[in-house]
T-cell receptor
Framework: DTAVSQTPKYLVTQMGNDKSIKCEQNLGHDTMYWYKQDSKKFLKIMFSYNNKELIINETVPNRFSPKSPDKAHLNLHINSLELGDSAVYFC????????????FGPGTRLLVL | GESVGLHLPTLSVQEGDNSIINCAYSNSASDYFIWYKQESGKGPQFIIDIRSNMDKRQGQRVTVLLNKTVKHLSLQIAATQPGDSAVYFCAENAGGTSYGKLTFGQGTILTVHP
């Protein structure tokens, strides 16, 4: 029973391409997040959604567009991929906003060539 | 703070020893703190959390200590096992208008030798 799942696990693509990463949680949580982990293991939040509504939008290039079709799904679409987008992207979810434990997915390893 | 160096801090211990991993946080308004464990190739896994109205919380083999005066957090692992080898992150949540916004520390690599 995977609580937070992401697809694909690995993604290798050329610069300039457009790609999407999908995330699903079966925990019944209202809030979902996208984080980026760079090569130095630094984890930084990108976006959060609560009941399909955008809550947090950090300083992220507008080439990154999250979409939440329902509260169990939060997808990340990236346009015109750049070398610097290479990283591991983690989805997470929590019961709600505020002081709630966030549960992470297994990550999507993106390599832009 | 969000300091990122070329190398993560490392801690090497023998199996059975106790481990202490330290973390300095930057925001005095933070009211919730979490420790995560990240094994190679996996996502961060929740270990234990503590709210700012507490200074100590214990779990199974783990204890988190919070010193708000010096903005310091520590994770103690008792009887460390090889399966505890991982990168450990502290994270803080400032709450308020930063709902859900976790700020992560740079991580510490724990290696447990059998």
């Amino acid at each position: 029973d995977t609580a937070v799942s992401q697809t694909p696990k690995y993604l290798v693509t050329q610069m300039g391409n457009d790609k999407s990463i999908k995330c699903e949680q079966n925990l019944g949580h209202d809030t979902m997040y996208w984080y980026k982990q760079d090569s130095k293991k630094f984890l930084k939040i990108m976006f959060s959604y609560n009941n399909k509504e955008l809550i947090i939008n950090e300083t992220v290039p507008n080439r990154f567009s999250p979409k939440s079709p329902d509260k169990a799904h939060l997808n990340l679409h990236i346009n015109s991929l750049e070398l610097g987008d290479s990283a591991v992207y983690f989805c997470a979810s929590s019961r709600g906003l505020g002081i709630e434990t966030q549960y992470f997915g297994p990550g999507t390893r993106l390599l832009v060539l | 703070g969000e300091s990122v160096g070329l190398h993560l801090p490392t801690l090497s211990v023998q199996e059975g020893d106790n481990s202490i991993i330290n973390c300095a946080y930057s925001n005095s308004a933070s009211d919730y703190f979490i420790w995560y464990k990240q094994e190679s190739g996996k996502g961060p896994q929740f270990i234990i959390d503590i709210r700012s109205n507490m200074d100590k919380r214990q779990g199974q083999r783990v204890t988190v200590l919070l010193n708000k005066t010096v903005k310091h957090l520590s994770l103690q692992i008792a009887a460390t096992q090889p399966g505890d080898s991982a990168v450990y992150f502290c994270a803080e949540n400032a709450g308020g208008t930063s709902y859900g916004k976790l700020t992560f520390g740079q991580g510490t690599i724990l290696t447990v030798h059998p």
